[in-house]
């Protein structure tokens, strides 16, 4: 099982441009989410799903657009993004009942 | 609104050393709390803690929760310089989506 695999690993964007993160999971959870995590605040919700077809914000959802088309994908998009939006990006899954979520290996995201 | 935070921000020792991280949370209808260690990439869980109060131990790390001041401690034995890492706490509360609120992270430098 590979777990959670998140692509591209790095990516460097200019100001406006768009672009789409790609999770996907092999461990059949109904559970998906995208973080963000900046020097000195930890990591803070972007977005969540609950199981396919389905997405909800979460504390800093701004920016931001996620489709959950198969249950193990989960997107995130930046449309036009923005130098605040230079971040790492993690994605992580979880089984329904359970406490532990299990994390990608994240995302480097720089936007001049 | 949830709240975790964790002390101190960072931590130098060198090896050998033992090391206790502090964890304290605000958490609506708090269900568990995780701590998780992350090196140069993916945050790697380690123990999930409940009210029980029941100590969790692997190898030279364990962890208890304390209910009654809300707040939760690592202790790391006989440090070595692979401990080095951010080891973060997250509070789970009932939410329906399985939320986990972090904390800002503790960072530990190991020296030989």
């Known amino acids: 099982n590979a777990g959670v695999t998140q692509t591209p690993k790095f990516r460097v964007l200019k100001t406006g441009q768009s672009m789409t993160l790609l999770c996907a999971q092999d461990m059949n959870h109904e559970y998906m989410y995208w973080y963000r995590q900046d020097p000195g605040m930890g990591l803070r919700l972007i977005h969540y799903s609950v199981g396919e077809g389905t997405t909800a914000k979460g504390e800093v959802p701004d920016g931001y657009n996620v489709s959950r088309l198969k249950k193990q994908n989960f997107l995130l998009g930046l449309e036009s993004a923005a130098p605040s939006q230079t971040s790492v990006y993690f994605c992580a899954s979880r089984l329904a009942g359970a406490n532990e979520q299990f994390f990608g290996p994240g995302t480097r995201l720089t936007v001049l | 609104e949830d709240k975790v935070v964790q002390s101190p921000l960072s931590l130098v020792v060198h090896e050998g050393d033992t090391v206790t991280l502090n964890c304290s949370y605000e958490v609506t209808n708090f269900r568990s709390l995780l701590w998780y260690k992350q090196e140069k990439k993916a945050p790697t869980f380690l123990f999930m803690l409940?009210?029980?109060?029941i100590e969790k131990k692997s190898g030279r790390l364990s962890s208890i929760l304390d209910k009654k001041e809300l707040s939760s401690i690592l202790n790391i034995t006989a440090t070595q310089t692979g401990d080095s890492a951010i080891y973060l706490c997250?509070?789970?509360?009932?939410?329906?989506?399985?939320?986990?609120?972090f904390g800002q992270g503790t960072i530990l430098t190991v020296h030989p």
């Open positions: 997250a509070g789970a509360g009932g939410t329906s989506y399985g939320k986990l609120t």
């Open positions: 409940t009210s029980s109060g």
